[in-house]
């Protein structure tokens, strides 16, 4: 029989009539069991910041849709990319065609990051954007099977992807033993000292040999805990890259396109990567894509010459329509002043959470701010204080933070901010 899914005026929600129990027993939602054991909150649609759930109540949206809305919701140039590109073609596989949407999107992101890098490959995800530039390193440098990554980093969910995240402290402790084993630094510092240092060149100088690459995330680790470092770091493994023939690979998918307060973090370092991964942002939160973009030395060194992986929807032309307007937005610079507003919004509406027992730091950097825990966040009680105060958060781990969209107003901001002290205080006993 089929099932209502979108009522007609005047008719009962779905949800009403059993539809959070058919997701409880069906639909698998990120990094939880089965079935659900916490109920989500169901959204009905979604406008500038807000997010309205089924019941009739709003809230103010402290996460872009984990980072990726920094547009808001139903942008109005967004909105038309998309309907002009459907009444076109929503898509075309890649092989062997092309679109002017993908060449278009293509010519923005490398005229928009650093200088050098000139070959973009379209991903569907991105953790299949660092799987693109992990192939990338080791098939242009044949006979090395390792890469060098840091503690506490995160580059998503996929094998490959997983295999450079922390598989101690992290997410994906679980499968250590079946994953590829590379080598790992000591999460680089906060202040970078004469030790840090001595550390990296010692590691890569060991294992030079046997090493293609290092990945990191510029200056912002992500999932793996929110941790800011010192941009000098990444300013020395680009010199040790250089000394020992390695590629240097920047995972900017969740700290490019303004959200540090540079377009793209490395820049924070004035360093130009070999190679460099993009997505979340890239879209707006339309849809999914990603990029990894290489320089020439890369892509004329790949062993055989072609890079062996190709997606089904690879360069999605819907996508590259929207990323096109969404990087076109981001391309008239009126980010940096909303990110520098948010920054100042957050260091000021955070600074009372300091006063709470139980936090152990307070950080802020463009347009994220966290507090940190000294044991793990009650989810629940944490969650349930942010919707009280009309905002949505999601906290993790030892952290309650945000990642506010760009076009977050003053006021808004100020309840978000409300919400993290708030949400510290409620779950900072677990």
């Given at each position: 029989m089929r099932e209502v899914l979108h009522p007609a005026a005047g008719e009962a929600s779905p949800w009403a009539g059993g539809l959070s129990e058919l997701d409880r027993r069906h639909v698998w939602h990120p990094y939880g069991p089965m079935p659900g054991t916490q109920a989500p909150l169901p959204v009905a649609s979604a406008e500038g910041v807000r997010l309205r759930l089924a019941d009739g109540r709003e809230l103010v949206d402290g996460m872009a849709s984990w980072w990726c809305a920094?547009?808001?919701?139903?942008?109005?140039?967004?909105?038309?990319?998309a309907h002009?590109?459907?009444?076109?073609?929503?898509?075309?596989?890649?092989g062997g065609l092309t679109h002017e949407p993908a060449v278009r999107l293509a010519r923005r992101l490398v005229e928009m990051v650093p200088e050098g890098l000139e070959h973009v490959f379209f991903a569907d995800s991105g953790s299949v954007a660092v799987e693109v530039a992990i192939k990338l390193c080791l098939q242009a440098r044949p006979g090395r099977t390792r890469l060098l990554t840091v503690r506490g980093g995160y580059h998503g969910d996929t094998f490959g992807a997983m295999a450079v995240c922390d598989t101690v402290g992290g997410m994906h402790r679980l499968f250590t033993g079946a994953l590829a084993e590379h080598v790992f630094a000591d999460r680089p510092p906060a202040v970078l000292d004469d030790a840090y240092a001595e550390h990296?060149?010692?590691?890569?100088?060991?294992?030079?040999?046997?090493?293609?690459?290092?990945?990191?995330?510029?200056?912002?680790?992500?999932?793996?805990?929110?941790?800011?470092?010192?941009?000098?770091?990444?300013g020395l493994l680009r010199a040790l890259c250089d000394e020992h023939g390695l590629f240097l690979v920047a995972d900017e998918i969740a700290?490019?396109?303004?959200?540090?307060?540079?377009?793209?973090?490395?820049?924070?370092?004035g360093v130009v990567p070999d190679v460099m991964c993009l997505g979340k942002a890239l879209t707006g939160g339309y849809l999914t894509l990603a990029a990894t973009l290489c320089t020439a030395a890369v892509a004329d060194a790949l062993e055989g010459g072609a890079l062996m992986h190709g997606p089904t929807y690879m360069a999605n032309p819907l996508a590259c329509a929207v990323a096109l307007a969404?990087?076109?937005?981001?391309a008239e610079g009126g980010w940096r002043e909303d990110v520098a507003r948010i920054e100042r919004g957050l260091r000021a509406g955070l600074e009372p959470a300091l006063a709470l027992p139980g936090v152990t730091d307070v950080r802020v950097l463009g347009a994220i701010g966290v507090v940190q825990l000294a044991g793990g966040v009650d989810v629940a009680a944490a969650t349930a204080a942010?919707?009280?105060?009309?905002?949505?958060?999601?906290?993790?781990?030892?952290?309650?933070?945000?990642?506010?969209?760009?076009?977050?107003?003053?006021?808004?901001?100020?309840?978000?901010?409300?919400?993290?002290?708030?949400?510290?205080?409620?779950?900072?006993?677990?």
């Open positions: 920094v547009h808001g919701y139903r942008h109005p140039v967004l909105d038309a990319a002009a590109q459907l009444d076109r073609m929503a898509h075309v596989m890649f990296l060149r010692a590691l890569v100088a060991r294992h030079a040999d046997e090493l293609a690459a290092v990945i990191v995330e510029p200056v912002v680790q992500g999932a793996g805990g929110m941790w800011f470092y010192d941009p000098r770091v990444l700290t490019g396109f303004g959200r540090t307060g540079a377009l793209f973090a490395c820049e924070h370092a969404s990087t076109g937005l981001l942010a919707v009280a105060e009309g905002v949505w958060l999601r906290p993790f781990r030892d952290l309650v933070y945000t990642m506010p969209p760009y076009v977050t107003g003053d006021d808004d901001l100020a309840r978000i901010t409300r919400a993290v002290v708030g949400a510290a205080a409620a779950g900072g006993g677990a």
